[in-house]
């Protein structure tokens, strides 16, 4: 199989791509690995002894953070998200991966991939941790702000199946985020998908709390891009928050420091646990290839996660059943 690393897009490119390539092409020789760059960047990280299944693919432009996404992908076809993007259109590449501007990332899913035939919004799929390390598939977490009722039946569709290719499980439980359990409760939009879901060929549970999120009360989350997108930023954000105050606490006194010393192993599996690098590479599920979104702020060894998720779902032939599933609807 060959994946295409957008190797310029992230917050520490191109260190962790590089690093996260040759731990991936040393772990699995029978993966090509195509970075996607500029070369006299590439080269010196990459050092005399690069892996063979390891090539540079040459780009001279970037897509920046702060670049309009849309904008962005139609005035630099060089860059190299685009052109990890156009490997997989052309057949050069089985999947791409990036950490760039995730608007842009959207924009390559649908000017350069296109949408998958049936599907009218693709959603944007990451892992969230739970605390039995299963974690929770969650879409849309931010490739669309808003969302119809289909979309979400869609997204349900489409969440149930990666967790069923992917991840092995015969029957998910799909919920969808809501402010209530009860039927009746939500907004228009959730109302509306509620009845949809329940008609649907899946195993739909209802609807979902996000302080339940954690517990895996489901196994796909459904929701809009804008609510879905306002959970991610909370969870990390209360994550962060809450490992910072225990460090405070655990460090204002001698007596503390002790005990930190004796738990130490307990925090860091703790940590670990709700880590989003554990569970890095969430998919753009509905265009015509398969593109896995990796977070921004990726190290080497979340991106080697994003590259393992990658490579399951391509060994587990995601796209083309999802192709399969609508592509007569």
Request: aromatic share 4%; charged share 20%.
């Given at each position: 199989m060959?994946i ?7 917050d ?21 690995l195509l ?8 080269h010196p ?6 892996p063979?299944n390891?090539?540079?693919?040459e780009t001279?432009?970037?897509i ?5 996404p849309?904008?962005a992908?139609?005035?630099?076809p060089?860059a190299s998200?685009v052109v990890?993007g156009?490997l ?10 990036s950490?760039g501007?995730?608007g842009a990332?959207?924009?390559?899913g649908?000017?350069?991939?296109g949408?998958?035939?049936g ?7 990451p892992?969230l941790?739970?605390v039995?390390?299963t974690g929770v598939?969650?879409l849309?977490?931010?490739a ?8 979400l039946?869609?997204?349900a ?5 990666y967790r069923?290719?992917?991840h092995?499980?015969?029957?998910p439980r799909?919920g969808?985020?809501n ?5 009746a409760?939500?907004n ?6 509620y009845?949809?879901l ?5 195993h739909f549970?209802g609807?979902v ?5 954690l517990?895996?009360?489901?196994d ?7 609510a ?15 490992f910072?105050v225990?460090?405070?606490e655990?460090t ?5 420091k002790?005990a ?7 925090f ?7 880590d989003?690098?554990?569970h890095?590479?969430?998919p753009?599920?509905?265009?015509s ?7 921004g702020?990726s190290?080497?060894?979340a991106?080697w996660?994003?590259?393992r998720?990658?490579r399951?779902?391509?060994g587990?032939?995601?796209i083309?059943a ?6 007569g609807?």
């Amino acid at each position: 199989m060959r994946i295409a690393i957008d190797a310029m897009g992230g917050d520490l490119a191109p260190q962790a791509p590089v690093e996260a390539a040759i731990m991936a092409a040393k772990e699995w020789p029978d993966t090509q690995l195509l970075l996607v760059g500029k070369p006299d960047v590439l080269h010196p990280l990459l050092g005399s002894d690069k892996p063979s299944n390891i090539s540079i693919v040459e780009t001279d432009e970037t897509i920046e953070a702060d670049d309009e996404p849309v904008r962005a992908v139609r005035r630099k076809p060089n860059a190299s998200m685009v052109v990890a993007g156009r490997l997989v259109k052309e057949g050069e590449a089985d999947a791409m991966i990036s950490a760039g501007n995730t608007g842009a990332l959207m924009a390559v899913g649908l000017l350069v991939l296109g949408r998958m035939k049936g599907i009218e919004r693709p959603g944007l799929a990451p892992i969230l941790p739970t605390v039995d390390k299963t974690g929770v598939l969650a879409l849309d977490l931010g490739a669309n702000m808003d969302a119809k009722p289909e979309h979400l039946l869609q997204y349900a569709l489409m969440g149930s199946m990666y967790r069923q290719k992917v991840h092995g499980m015969a029957n998910p439980r799909v919920g969808l985020l809501n402010v209530g359990t009860e039927a009746a409760k939500g907004n228009e939009l959730t109302k509306a998908a509620y009845g949809l879901l329940e008609q649907a060929p899946i195993h739909f549970i209802g609807n979902v709390e996000a302080r339940d999120v954690l517990e895996r009360n489901c196994d796909v989350l459904v929701c809009d891009g804008f609510a879905g997108n306002i959970l991610l930023k909370a969870m990390e954000g209360a994550a962060d928050t809450l490992f910072g105050v225990l460090k405070g606490e655990l460090t204002s006194s001698w007596i503390s420091k002790l005990a930190a010393a004796v738990l130490k192993p307990n925090f860091r599996r703790v940590r670990r646990m709700m880590d989003y690098k554990e569970h890095n590479g969430g998919p753009l599920l509905g265009v015509s290839g398969l593109v896995v979104k990796s977070h921004g702020s990726s190290n080497a060894v979340a991106t080697w996660h994003a590259i393992r998720q990658t490579r399951v779902a391509i060994g587990n032939g995601l796209i083309p059943a999802l192709a399969d599933e609508f592509g007569g609807k």
